[in-house]
């Protein structure tokens, strides 16, 4: 139990074209999913916290109008790359919060994607 | 002093051997911790909590030493398939958590 998909795993796009990522909790409910990015060693850094039915809160530094996070249900979290640029290309990772009481810090991680903008 | 640091390494460690590694964080008030595992290109998967009494599984031993403000990973008779990075994590305000920039371990034939 307590998977969590990513789709795509792998993209590449032109500089200026926007792309989504669809972060997925396959056999529970996430009432919150986490964006994270991580440059080549580098370790993970938080981007934004996505609520169910309410909007993301972003991290110091992160721009919300280029990174759009919607949460439009309890298994479901995108994340939108505006306006793309190389700069952007990154591993970006999402991992969700089971929404049941349990450990405050439970999280699943998806597999990530591989963003190349050209 | 950083929110959570790590030594990047990397460690490279015969296998067989016993490899030990800490990671300090600043929050005093910090309850519980973790130690997640990350293969090249892959996402971090959780290896061990660490909470006052420390942790053991199998090879695998945390340790939390709070008055130092540190916890420690230590693996015992290693093999080639520990190598990896290993990401110590402190949670932090607002349910978030912080990851350090992980230590990387090489397990050597």
């Known amino acids: 139990g307590a998977v969590v998909s990513q789709h795509p795993s792998w993209v590449i796009c032109k500089s200026g074209t926007s792309v989504k990522i669809e972060c997925r909790s396959l056999d529970f409910q996430a009432t919150t999913m986490f964006w994270y990015r991580q440059f080549p060693k580098q370790s993970l850094m938080l981007m934004a916290t996505s609520n169910e039915g309410s909007k993301a809160t972003y991290e110091q530094g992160v721009e919300k109008d280029k990174f759009l996070i919607n949460h439009a249900s309890l298994t479901l979290s995108t994340l939108t790359v505006t306006s793309a640029h190389p700069e952007d290309s990154s591993f970006y990772i999402c991992s969700a919060r089971p929404h049941r009481t349990g450990t405050t810090y439970e999280q699943y991680f998806g597999p990530g994607t591989r963003l190349t903008v050209t | 002093r950083k929110e959570v640091e790590q030594d990047p390494g990397p460690f490279n460690v015969p296998e067989g051997a016993t490899v030990a590694f800490n990671c300090t964080y600043s929050?005093?008030?910090?309850?519980?911790f973790f130690w997640y595992r990350q293969d090249c290109r892959k996402e971090p998967k959780l290896l061990m909590s660490v909470y006052s009494s420390g942790n053991e599984d199998g090879r695998f031993t945390a340790q939390l030493n709070r008055a130092s403000q540190y916890i420690s990973l230590l693996i015992r008779d290693s093999k080639l398939s520990d190598s990896a990075t290993y990401l110590c994590v402190v949670p932090h305000r607002d349910d978030k958590i912080i990851f350090g920039k992980g230590t990387r371990l090489h397990i050597l034939p």
């Open positions: 929050n005093s008030a910090s309850q519980s």
